[in-house]
């Protein structure tokens, strides 16, 4: 009987496996995971809003398998372990299919456990510090060698900037940002008391003391520069400050990677212009793609509303993620991450985005310059450059790669050809 019974479990497991895949139950749900409330609020409601619009725009295509899509919205109010916990309810409760979420890295570091742990599946749109690699996560935003690297070359090549402020708000992202950036300026020859860092907490007001250092930065008459990973609503005072100091884009350039238009929208931006900040996408982008996805958001959004970089990521991340899951015929996480390898979507600057084994985009590195209408002047785009999870600056990174595609692995040691399980900073 026992043999009989373990012969008839494994053909049916057998028959399972080789079943085709079944569609989707309607509606499919999309979980959408953006601080609508607290400091992050000013940069993640626009999130909201373009998956809102991504969805009503699919729905009118006809849906996804012939199902509706059903948006499910949740509020994690730019609170750190709340993320985790909204990430649980919008898979366990909501019982969504995917996930599109999350700004800051120290949020996506809580809701990554969650996801893993319940084989959920996150698309993840913002720039951020690399030296992550998850097969539960698609990252659309950039890695440092897409923006951080290059902001920093530009001011080491174009602008001849000697002196660097490395200025952060206190988390994850700016400091393993800056970590890689500190390696990489020392080996470019710029000595360590050249090189000032700075952490400050989410929100922060008062930056008097801070930009009157930066400014002492430069008394011996070497050209400094800001390279900003400042998040939130604290721009909005730092940015005030360096005004009011009377330092302009000709003094003291800054470059930022987490200032867009639509922080630009609430800022009086006449003392801004010059300052710089470095995407994979800005409004002012020239092509056909891009003039309609502007034009259908104000239509949805008003007039007065702009587009931004991590709209871009969404943009691109939620039609691969149609594509897969149609190629798949099914919204099954397993088999929509099989089939999310090499798609191909059009971005909105021209060119074509990529979807990488290491779960990375290849994308443009695009720098821009602040104008007095809070739009941005592109002054430097690249082809797209491949997304690279592990930094190539950070010794204990430099020998990993990630390949989910044929490795089966995030951290793979090209030195001792093994799959790396820990590492301090994952």
């Given at each position: 009987m026992n043999f009989l019974k373990s012969t008839l479990a494994g053909s049916a497991a057998l028959v399972a496996m080789s079943a085709p895949l079944a569609a989707a139950d309607c509606p499919i749900k999309v979980g959408v995971l953006h601080s609508l409330s607290g400091t992050m609020a000013i940069s993640e409601t626009t999130l909201k809003d373009t998956m809102l619009m991504l969805i009503e725009q699919q729905n009118a295509k006809g849906g996804l398998l012939g199902c509706e899509l059903e948006a499910v919205v949740v509020d994690p109010a730019s609170d750190w372990p709340l993320f985790a916990e909204k990430a649980r309810e919008l898979l366990t409760v909501h019982n969504v299919d995917v996930i599109f979420g999350n700004w800051t890295s120290?949020?996506?570091?809580?809701?990554l456990p969650v996801i893993e742990e319940l084989n959920g599946l996150l698309f993840y749109p913002v720039q951020y510090e690399g030296e992550e690699s998850s097969k539960n996560v698609f990252y659309t935003g950039a890695a440092p060698n897409q923006q951080a690297i290059p902001a920093t070359d530009y001011f080491l090549e174009e602008l001849g900037v000697e002196k660097f402020a490395l200025l952060g708000t206190d988390y994850v992202y700016p400091?393993?940002?800056?970590?890689?950036?500190?390696a990489y300026l020392k080996a470019k020859g710029i000595p360590e008391t050249d090189i000032f860092v700075n952490y400050t907490p989410f929100g922060h007001s008062d930056w008097s003391k801070i930009v009157a250092d930066v400014v002492t930065l430069g008394e011996d008459g070497k050209k400094v520069g800001v390279i900003s990973t400042i998040n939130g609503d604290a721009n909005i005072g730092?940015?005030?400050e360096l005004a009011a100091a009377g330092i302009s884009a000709d003094d003291i350039p800054v470059v930022a990677f987490s200032v867009g238009e639509e922080e630009l929208s609430g800022l009086d931006t006449s003392n801004l212009v010059g300052h710089l900040a470095a995407w994979n996408y800005f409004q002012s982008a020239e092509s056909d793609a891009n003039t309609e996805w502007v034009a259908a958001w104000k239509a949805r959004m008003g007039?007065?509303?702009?587009?931004?970089?991590?709209m871009e990521a969404h943009y691109i991340g939620f039609n691969m993620w149609v594509n897969a899951a149609t190629a798949a015929g099914t919204t099954d996480v397993d088999a929509v991450r099989a089939a999310m390898y090499g798609q191909e979507f059009p971005n909105l600057t021209g060119g074509t985005a990529v979807m990488l084994p290491n779960h990375h985009l290849a994308k443009p590195v695009l720098i821009g310059e602040i104008q007095a209408d809070g739009q941005f002047d592109i002054i430097s785009q690249t082809e797209e450059v491949p997304g690279d999870a592990w930094t190539d600056f950070l010794p204990e990174s430099a020998v990993l790669m990630s390949d989910w595609k044929d490795l089966g692995c995030g951290m793979y040691n090209?030195?001792?050809?093994?799959?790396?399980?820990?590492?301090s900073n994952y």
């Open positions: 120290v949020s996506r570091k809580s809701v400091r393993t940002t800056n970590n890689i950036l500190e730092f940015y005030k007039e007065d509303r702009v587009t931004n970089d991590p090209t030195q001792t050809k093994t799959c790396v399980q820990t590492l």
